[in-house]
């Protein structure tokens, strides 16, 4: 008896799977490249008071730099997912982070290119934004095809610990880089590391040979077959896939806020305190969390559950568990096209993230008051949860006859 297409191409998946040793050895380092990237991500919010200082930045005009990143953050997201899906995730990952960690290298050399710091600065955020915009959407494809379905949970959690760890890591070395060296320093720092970063993959655990034969598809361009082709209508139909949508939006919208905002924050409530502590403690409560909410998701799905929500503690603990239900829920919804959906739904939230960070910097501006921006970010965090607690599920929604129209 012949296997159907649906399982010829489950067992394709199943050979193609990363053995035990492969998926430490990728974990490892993904969760090194998710730090990096936070790093490098970060270094602005850190520096923005000292900028804002050096280059006579209001709170509206430091506003646009922060928001800036998510302008072209937002724009290839569904690219990112589209490439990772099609030749590769891990290729995709090292050909950015090259890109964006040689930006963050040379921002300081970039700010002295002219007077219009504001111009220059708001330039290389949205270059940015659009090189680091590839990289979940290409993760969530690469990790929804190599690793197991009941380890899928806590490899993604890990991963994405690495986000609060970057954070954390510029919080405090950033902190004492910009006490000691000036702003430029933390720019440096972060642009140096991911370049090393970018070496170390290129020469252990990815061949020369398929990264050029990746550049020479991406050349030539992506030929969309039949059986690659997004099942548009039938994800779009689907309740849950717009829970997953709106939830990933909000938990996206809120961490981007806290983020960006965070650090003027306590250096202009707690003047007199050392900025490392307060760049660092709210982090730390979101490793453990994310960490333990991933261990947690797959034992509640090797109970027989389903749709396990994002487990939500308090803000920067919440953005890091909603690794172990959104993002996971969206590789269980369709780990045919993850990345692609995964890039619909982090481009809403770069979109939101866009709004939302410069409304913070105009609440702020007007009002004078943070209050109105933690309420904020309350408001967002609870509609998205709402929502996935209502529609949220995990049955697969990508597969179809052949004969339907896609």
Known sequence: MQPTPDEARRDRAGDSQWSRPECQAWTGTLLLGTCL???????????TVSMSQDFGWNKKEA???????????????????????????????LLSASAWGSITAVTPLLAQLSSAHLAFMTFSRILMGLLQGVYFPALTSLLSQKVRDSERAFTYSTVGAGSQFG??????VGSLLLEWYGWQSVFYFSGGLTLLWVWYVYR????????????????????VSRHSRVPWRRLFRKPAVWAAVISQLSAACSFFVLISWLPTFFKETFPDAKGWIFNVVP?????PA?????????HLINQGYTAVPPLQVTEPSRCGSSCSGISVNIQDLAPSCAGFLFGVANTAGALAGVVGVCLGGYLIETTGSWTCLFNLVAIISNLGLCTFLVFGQAQRVDLSSTHEDL
């Open 283 to 287: 982090w730390l409560v979101a490793i």
């Open 167 to 172: 954070t954390l890591l510029t919080g405090a």
């Open 63 to 93: 506003g646009i730099v922060l928001s800036s990143f998510f302008w072209g953050y937002c724009l290839t997201q569904v690219v990112g997912g589209h490439l990772g899906d099609r030749i590769g995730g891990e290729k995709v990952i």
């Open 37 to 47: 990237l936070y790093c490098a991500r970060s270094s602005m919010p850190i520096c």
């Open 204 to 223: 252990y655990l990815l061949s020369g040979k398929d990264l050029v034969l990746a550049l020479g598809v991406l050349a030539q361009g992506l030929p």
């Open 290 to 298: 994310s960490l333990f909410s991933g261990f947690l998701s797959d």
